[in-house]
């Protein structure tokens, strides 16, 4: 520590007090030496996956939207340790954002821009922790609200009513602290309505539909918002950035489910619980996956292939596969009822 100097391979020391992911795949995502495009194979996989997600949206006529948190490292580059050189241009998030924005704008939900611009002069991740912080994740929920304005109007999100402020909180140990084993404290600010946040936990929910869950899977969290009736419901599938996106994004909506789909095995059924889906019943639904895991690998053996399974496993496949039995399932129906 005396020396600056990296202490395990999880962890690399910064500027200024900040803690990055020291792994050879965020380094080398940091200087731009594995770029995204460059991987053809894992290119097609992801792509397909989100053609595959608006094709269901459009056909269970649900609004889907993709978020993609950047890499703590993308935010603030000048923190990064001096003995790496930033590659420059858009890292993964970037160049998913500018397509999904162009090819599938009902989907996109841009978040690098406004992130990158508060970080100039605002702590928007953790120093000590890879995720972001509570003013990080209300700027997303935000850009949330606003493309839901903005694409689907019919779909009147909820505002809390006043003003916010920003309470003081001390983050007692992040994860870079925990992987050092040292008690790195820091001082952080969490953003509050006025009158207080308004959504509450709805047990009763939360353990109905954990019980449709695959495997060991437990659902993350239920909200229910009393102070917003008429808003639309929400079900996030995401990672770990989600947990601080919960308090400010379930006040938009009268309900709120947020399911972790990444802590069992990589099915088709973990990664898009169908059978959940249709018990939330939900109208948007929000699918959230941080950069690093969108770029999960350096070059190995078969680096195409681990790359794609990684991610996708055959989600896309799956889903159209759900769309086709769908809509076989329809016409069987409709002849039925004609024949009768």
Same mark, same amino acid.
């Given at each position: 520590?005396?020396?600056?100097?990296?202490?395990?391979?999880?962890?690399?020391?910064?500027?200024?007090?900040?803690?990055?992911?020291?792994?050879?795949?965020?380094?080398?995502?940091? $200087?731009?030496? @594995?770029?995204? !495009?460059?991987?053809? *194979?894992?290119?097609?996989?992801? /792509?397909?996956? %989100?053609?595959?997600? #608006?094709?269901?949206?459009?056909?269970?006529?649900?609004?889907?939207?993709?978020?993609?948190?950047?890499?703590?490292?993308?935010?603030?580059?000048?923190?990064?340790?001096?003995?790496?050189?930033?590659?420059?241009?858009?890292?993964?998030?970037?160049?998913?954002?500018?397509?999904?924005?162009?090819?599938?704008?009902?989907?996109?939900?841009?978040?690098?821009?406004?992130?990158?611009?508060?970080?100039?002069?605002?702590?928007?991740?953790?120093?000590?922790?890879?995720?972001?912080?509570?003013?990080?994740?209300?700027?997303?929920?935000?850009?949330?609200?606003?493309?839901?304005?903005?694409?689907?109007?019919?779909?009147?999100?909820?505002?809390?009513?006043? $003003?916010?402020? @920003?309470?003081? !909180?001390?983050?007692? *140990?992040?994860?870079?602290?925990? /992987?050092?084993? %040292?008690?790195?404290? #820091?001082?952080?600010?969490?953003?509050?309505?006025?009158?207080?946040?308004?959504?509450?936990?709805?047990?009763?929910?939360?353990?109905?539909?954990?019980?449709?869950?695959?495997?060991?899977?437990?659902?993350?969290?239920?909200?229910?918002?009393?102070?917003?009736?008429?808003?639309?419901?929400?079900?996030?599938?995401?990672?770990?950035?989600?947990?601080?996106?919960?308090?400010?994004?379930?006040?938009?909506?009268?309900?709120?489910?947020?399911?972790?789909?990444?802590?069992?095995?990589?099915?088709?059924?973990?990664?898009?619980?169908?059978?959940?889906?249709?018990?939330?019943?939900?109208?948007?639904?929000?699918?959230?996956?941080?950069?690093?895991?969108?770029?999960?690998?350096?070059?190995?053996?078969?680096?195409?292939?681990?790359?794609?399974?990684? /991610?996708?496993?055959?989600?896309?496949?799956?889903?159209?596969?759900?769309?086709?039995?769908?809509?076989?399932?329809?016409?069987?129906?409709?002849?039925?009822?004609?024949?009768?």
């Amino acid at each position: 520590y005396a020396f600056n100097a990296p202490l395990n391979d999880k962890t690399l020391i910064g500027q200024d007090g900040f803690y990055f992911y020291g792994l050879k795949s965020m380094r080398r995502d940091f $200087e731009r030496l @594995d770029r995204f !495009e460059d991987n053809a *194979t894992y290119v097609r996989e992801v /792509l397909s996956l %989100l053609r595959a997600l #608006e094709a269901w949206s459009q056909h269970s006529g649900r609004r889907v939207l993709f978020m993609v948190p950047p890499n703590k490292h993308n935010v603030y580059p000048e923190k990064y340790h001096p003995r790496y050189t930033f590659g420059g241009g858009p890292g993964t998030a970037g160049l998913l954002e500018d397509w999904i924005t162009k090819e599938i704008p009902s989907m996109a939900v841009p978040i690098g821009d406004a992130l990158r611009t508060a970080a100039r002069d605002r702590l928007i991740y953790y120093k000590t922790d890879t995720h972001w912080n509570a003013l990080g994740a209300k700027i997303a929920a935000d850009q949330v609200a606003e493309r839901l304005r903005t694409i689907a109007p019919i779909l009147p999100v909820a505002a809390p009513s006043g $003003e916010w402020i @920003d309470q003081k !909180e001390v983050m007692d *140990t992040g994860n870079f602290a925990d /992987l050092l084993s %040292l008690p790195i404290s #820091e001082d952080v600010l969490r953003p509050e309505p006025t009158g207080g946040f308004k959504a509450i936990e709805d047990t009763a929910l939360r353990e109905r539909l954990a019980n449709l869950l695959p495997g060991t899977s437990r659902l993350f969290e239920a909200k229910t918002n009393p102070a917003a009736p008429g808003a639309p419901k929400l079900l996030m599938l995401g990672d770990s950035f989600m947990t601080a996106l919960v308090p400010y994004l379930s006040e938009q909506f009268s309900t709120s489910v947020f399911y972790n789909p990444f802590g069992g095995p990589n099915t088709p059924a973990q990664r898009f619980p169908q059978d959940l889906i249709e018990a939330v019943d939900p109208d948007v639904v929000l699918v959230e996956l941080v950069e690093r895991r969108i770029r999960p690998c350096a070059a190995k053996k078969n680096r195409d292939r681990k790359c794609a399974d990684m /991610l996708t496993g055959d989600v896309a496949g799956n889903l159209f596969d759900m769309r086709l039995a769908r809509l076989a399932k329809d016409a069987l129906e409709r002849r039925a009822w004609n024949e009768a």
